[in-house]
């Protein structure tokens, strides 16, 4: 069974309860449980991490190299100016997927910019929750 690594960045957390016109309303332990029954029924092991602390995520993708086949990551934030998430995803030799629940290309300027989107397989952007279910059948093809 291939294993999948799902990691949230900083205030994902929050999801339903911050910008309610931007992320929805639906809470992200609803959403993380509806990414693992989706992993479940594509026969994938899925593991959900949130933190906001960059240091935690960067340790788990260090890790997820020989525990995980793929990284599927919405890196929040971070993903605008995170350097050391950039060189982390670099570093390793499975596949990491990038995922924003909105769409960063047409929100504020300061968002336009992935950092991380040239060390990563992909982008799924502005698919509300639907960018896991995406990016899982992504992870599956290219592992």
Known sequence: M???????????NMTGTREQSIYG????????????VKAKEKNLWCEVFQSNWEGELIDKIQEADKKFDGIILNAGALTHYSLA?????????IPCVEVHMSNIYARESYRRKSVISEVCAGQIVGFGKNVYFLAIDAIIDLT
């Not at 998430?85 to 030799?93: G, K, L, Q, W």
């Open 2 to 12: 291939k294993k999948v690594l799902i990691l949230l960045g900083p205030n994902l």
């Open 85 to 93: 998430i950039r060189d982390a995803i670099a570093s390793i030799s």
């Open 25 to 36: 309303k639906e809470s992200a332990d609803n959403i993380k449980q509806q990414i693992l």
